[in-house]
């Protein structure tokens, strides 16, 4: 015979005589009340989530979810998400013309294309794109390993000059210090790519150059997609007063959201800094496998 359940210092049995209840019916009552008590504390933790990352969908925030314990399907998530009206709205943004690939510079073969990776630092793909500020453009150059989708270096000004993808590469370089003949660097045919300075760059550090074909935007599409969730995500929102102030931001999000907290369907939902602690700790160096 099972023993009755407390409820505080009083035994259920004793309170539901006090009230003049039966023990089964206080636990069909409990049976009902608990899974809305459940729903409701799954549908505060989903709205926590998008108000902390008002970009996410219902697959990252399942995502999420998931990293705090919750066992939850995506459609579960989509209905309670659309009932709460929180599913987020995204809008197409207009893309001016960043690339010039009218010049006389020359003009590398496609070696991405069909490369499989296996680690990080193999594929770099760099691009650029602009950033409205209140009284002018700014452009940002990013370089980003193609792996772990990591942002690896980047540089923001109020100009398209060579410098600008120079900086952003040579940043990227100091932070990975990539093994030399190890590594492909790959971006579309702009001039800020294709010029002598930026080739001599590459050929210092033993980095092998590729770019992207004619009129294919496909064949650079995660570094597109990198620049497609910082408008959405934090471009749009905003409104830069100064150029300072852009890079300030900016930096934020690349370095503390993007890079570290935000989740990426194509790591598992995980963020780029933990994919990459992950593989170092499944992978250590040869070094300290051999200590």
């Not at 697959?59 to 995506?74: D, M, P, S, V, Y």
């Not at 070696?111 to 940002?140: C, H, K, N, P, S």
């Not at 995500?233 to 690349?254: H, K, M, S």
Request: glycine share 6%; net charge positive; aromatic share 8%.
């Amino acid at each position: 015979m099972t023993q009755d359940l407390s409820q505080g210092a009083t035994r259920v049995a004793r309170l539901c005589s006090l009230a003049g209840l039966s023990r089964a019916g206080y636990y069909r009552a409990w049976r009902a009340s608990a899974p809305r008590a459940e729903e409701a504390g799954l549908r505060d933790a989903i709205q926590r989530i998008a108000l902390e990352n008002r970009k996410y969908g219902y697959r990252r925030i399942t995502g999420e979810l998931g990293r705090q314990g919750w066992r939850i399907n995506h459609k579960r998530v989509l209905r309670l998400m659309r009932r709460d009206n929180l599913l987020c709205l995204r809008c197409k943004p207009f893309v001016p013309v960043t690339t010039d690939s009218n010049h006389g510079w020359r003009v590398v073969p496609n070696l991405a294309r069909g490369m499989e990776l296996t680690g990080v630092d193999q594929l770099w793909v760099a691009d650029i794109t602009y950033v409205r500020l209140a009284e002018e453009f700014a452009f940002l150059a990013v370089v980003i390993d193609a792996f772990s989708r990591k942002v690896v270096g980047w540089a923001i000004d109020d100009h398209l000059q060579a410098s600008l993808a120079i900086a952003a590469l040579r940043t990227a370089i100091v932070t990975r210090k990539p093994t030399p003949e190890s590594l492909i660097h790959h971006s579309d045919r702009g001039v800020q790519y294709a010029c002598d300075d930026y080739a001599a760059l590459l050929a210092q550090h033993g980095i092998q150059a590729s770019m992207s074909r004619v009129g294919n935007p496909y064949d650079n599409a995660k570094a597109e997609s990198f620049m497609k969730t910082l408008k959405s995500e934090e471009v749009d929102g905003r409104a830069y007063r100064t150029l300072a102030e852009a890079r300030r931001q900016i930096a934020t999000f690349i370095d503390e959201v993007y890079n570290r907290r935000r989740l990426h369907s194509a790591l598992g939902y995980r963020p780029p800094a933990e994919f990459e602690a992950n593989l170092t700790r499944l992978n250590p160096p040869l070094r300290e496998a051999a200590d």
